[in-house]
């Protein structure tokens, strides 16, 4: 063999594809923008996944429904995680083709009692939801999206920011001619969580002899929503970035957004899927909740929500579960850290992903020597190159940073727990965690590509 065959050389994507894929390429994160602009937080994200899937024929799904080869179905896990499948030509004793992302971002919640006025300002008191870094959320325009859910079982939808003649909210921050304390303390030390308190008001409340402004928001917001203080007791009301995507870069190659992580891999599991037709093998898309903080509750991938809709397929079919479970395969499509050129001592050059390689196959997550890290065999390492390679998609192997660095986690050690091979692959991300992470078109249309490549494999 020559030395070319003998080595391993990366190439860019630019090298390797043709005008008519690349055409292809702009109309997928065309419809992906539309996607996100629509998905501000998990619950928008399931609603948006849910209408584009009955579009296209799928249909609730519960337990005891006759299902066949072909159908489509779906269960949404209490409006903010939902499942998607295709039933398969074979049994699912053969196991099933399943990928998993999650809809869920970092953001800032707002605490159960919220409103607050001090010096005649009315403020809203956050929680921080994931790993986030507290100084890039000050001075950032926010909206406010979530829900409302009553004592009379009934709920109601926020959405406040979105439309151009909504008012928009902020945390402010020190002006730099009085900074001269702020500017000595560490980041951590200068931007604490018990100060990312938003701007909500500062005009009186006429004839209220005190807290004057915070009645003057009460009033508001009871006007809008028919809703008293108490019942911000019963709400989930989460701060989001105001921003839409939008391409970035004179070339327009890259996309700027809120909420890549990982709602960039949730669209590509969600777009493939709306594709399949009679699948040999019953494809399954997971989007999923609580990532971010460990996928725990009972809508993150910890719970046994993907069990109870698995297994109820299995039950229509005589299989037990366990057996399908043995003889699945999972790719866990989640982000991953992009080489940033600003930052080049964080990573670890020759095994770090570039923007524009393709989609990022990790063998390992986790931190400080693979902790926590599910670590895939080199056999579902082979079969995924084979996957990709059959399928024509442009792929990198990848690791999140350098070894002592830092580090992070997915849902794959969730996924494997269940003696289910799994495998980490997504989209390379540039300031991941931020209000406006950016990811490379090519990348997203390889992730999607990935994933069909999946769905379609026997």
Request: with cysteine; glycine share 8%; aromatic share 8%.
């Amino acid at each position: 063999m020559s030395e070319r065959e003998l080595a391993y050389v990366q190439k860019h994507a630019a090298d390797l594809m043709n005008a008519q894929e690349k055409a292809k390429c702009e109309a997928y994160c065309d419809a992906y923008k539309q996607y996100l602009d629509a998905s501000k937080i998990e619950r928008e994200a399931v609603k948006e996944a849910i209408r584009l899937a009955e579009k296209k024929g799928f249909r609730p799904f519960s337990r005891g429904l006759k299902v066949s080869a072909g159908d489509k179905i779906y269960r949404n896990i209490h409006g903010k995680a939902v499942i998607f499948a295709v039933v398969g030509k074979k049994s699912l004793a053969e196991g099933a083709n399943i990928a998993a992302a999650h809809v869920d971002a970092p953001r800032l919640d707002l605490k159960q009692l919220p409103l607050y006025e001090d010096s005649e300002i009315a403020m809203l008191k956050t929680h921080y939801y994931g790993g986030v870094r507290k100084y890039q959320w000050v001075t950032v325009p926010l909206e406010l999206h979530g829900t409302i859910a009553l004592k009379d079982g009934t709920s109601i939808d926020v959405k406040i920011g979105s439309d151009p003649g909504d008012p928009l909210f902020c945390i402010t921050d020190l002006l730099p001619h009085l900074a001269a304390d702020q500017n000595k303390k560490t980041l951590g030390e200068a931007f604490t969580g018990e100060n990312l308190n938003i701007l909500a008001g500062s005009w009186p409340e006429e004839g209220s002899e005190k807290e004057r402004v915070k009645a003057s928001v009460l009033r508001l917001i009871h006007e809008k929503y028919g809703i008293t203080e108490a019942d911000l007791i019963s709400a989930e009301l989460e701060a989001v970035p105001a921003a839409n995507a939008r391409d970035i870069g004179f070339d327009r190659s890259l996309i700027g957004a809120y909420g890549h992580d990982d709602r960039v891999c949730a669209f590509a599991e969600l777009q493939a899927i709306l594709e399949v037709e009679n699948p040999e093998k019953t494809a399954v898309c997971i989007l999923a909740d609580k990532e971010e903080i460990g996928s725990v509750g009972v809508t993150g991938m910890k719970s046994y929500a993907f069990e109870c809709f698995l297994e109820d397929m299995c039950d229509c079919q005589g299989v037990k579960l366990r057996h399908c479970l043995e003889r699945s395969y999972c790719i866990s499509a989640d982000v991953t850290a992009a080489f940033d050129p600003n930052y080049p001592e964080a990573f670890e050059k020759r095994n770090n992903a570039k923007i524009n390689y393709g989609i990022g196959v990790c063998k390992f997550t986790g931190a400080h020597g693979k902790s926590g890290a599910n670590d895939a065999p080199a056999e579902v390492v082979a079969k995924l190159r084979r996957m990709f390679d059959d399928a024509g998609v442009i792929w990198q192997m990848c690791e999140l940073g350098k070894v002592d660095q830092g580090g992070g986690g997915t849902v794959a050690a969730y996924m494997s727990v269940r003696n289910l091979v799994t495998i980490d692959a997504g989209v390379p991300v540039l300031s991941m965690h931020s209000p406006f992470e950016v990811v490379a078109k090519l990348d997203c249309y390889m992730t999607y590509k990935g994933i069909k490549a999946l769905y379609a494999s026997k």
